[in-house]
């Protein structure tokens, strides 16, 4: 069939449909200060914006943006936050290694940019970094429920890093709250980023956490008693799961607390570098 030259130059002009190829970098970023976040794929230096968020079968507006010019923010735009307690061996210690994945909720309103302030309560006494995998879902089968462990591994879109902020006397102390809605959800103590990374074997993947330089928390994510597939399974037998929800996985060794001035940086071979000052209430 021969092609015409209108039938050419329509097809020029109308978006690109998002490439595909084993690793991907997805960004969320603000034009100006104040602008709704935009979905873009990293190309290098450049970001090549995307109509929606990239596991929403995105497609290339055909803008591009330079990544030095824009503000990044969080990585994820989910319905849902959920994150998983004792994951790692070296974090389980002499305690008894759960049967099951030990789950809690953080509200969305925890989440704080690359680069932004992890803001230190007044009232905070003991305030911990929980350097982490974080888990980014994309289309899911079955409604988002009962999903068998091979439907769930095909829900995972991909990965970013993450910390679980934690305030340990609110978590763990004599006086502990009943439930960690404060320990763990408490505004900006959920940062991610800085990219949100597909194609990657996060099964084997280096997370190194550091406070003001020094490398204190060292693991790869092969230590984890539960595996992405698993808790994504878990979960969806009790929980609808939906397109971009987020699961923090867990954190390795042990922590050590903050204070206002510090700066802690999570890094994830092959994702990026997380970094977040602690700023004084």
């Not at 389980?92 to 230190?120: M, N, W």
């Not at 923090?248 to 204070?259: I, L, Q, R």
Request: glycine share 10%.
């Amino acid at each position: 069939m021969r092609t015409t030259r209108r039938a050419v130059l329509s097809a020029l002009a109308a978006p690109a449909a998002l490439a595909q190829s084993p690793v991907e970098r997805f960004v969320r970023f603000r034009i100006a200060p104040t602008s709704r976040p935009l979905w873009g794929r990293l190309d290098g230096d450049t970001i090549r914006e995307l109509s929606q968020a990239p596991y929403l079968a995105a497609r290339e507006t055909g803008k591009k943006h330079a990544l030095a010019k824009v503000k990044l923010a969080a990585p994820v735009d989910p319905l849902k936050l959920l994150a998983v307690g004792l994951n790692y061996r070296s974090h389980v210690g002499s305690r008894a290694i759960p049967k099951e994945p030990e789950i809690f909720y953080k509200p969305i309103t925890c989440l704080q940019d690359p680069g932004g302030p992890i803001v230190h309560p007044r009232d905070a006494k003991n305030l911990h970094y929980e350097g982490e995998l974080v888990i980014v879902l994309g289309q899911l089968g079955q409604g988002g429920r009962n999903l068998t462990r091979k439907q769930a591994k095909a829900a995972i879109f991909g990965v970013t890093c993450g910390n679980d902020v934690s305030e340990r006397d609110w978590q763990n102390g004599p006086q502990k709250d009943l439930q960690w809605w404060r320990a763990k959800g408490t505004d900006t103590f959920g940062p991610v980023g800085p990219h949100l990374v597909k194609g990657l074997d996060y099964g084997n993947l280096l997370l190194q956490t550091r406070l003001n330089g020094e490398v204190v928390q060292k693991q790869t994510t092969a230590d984890l008693i539960f595996d992405g597939p698993t808790m994504v399974s878990y979960i969806s037998q009790y929980v609808t799961l939906t397109a971009g929800d987020v699961i923090f996985t867990g954190t390795p060794g042990s922590t050590k607390p903050m204070k206002p001035g510090d700066h802690v940086e999570v890094e994830l071979a092959g994702v990026g570098v997380l970094r977040n000052p602690i700023q004084a209430a």
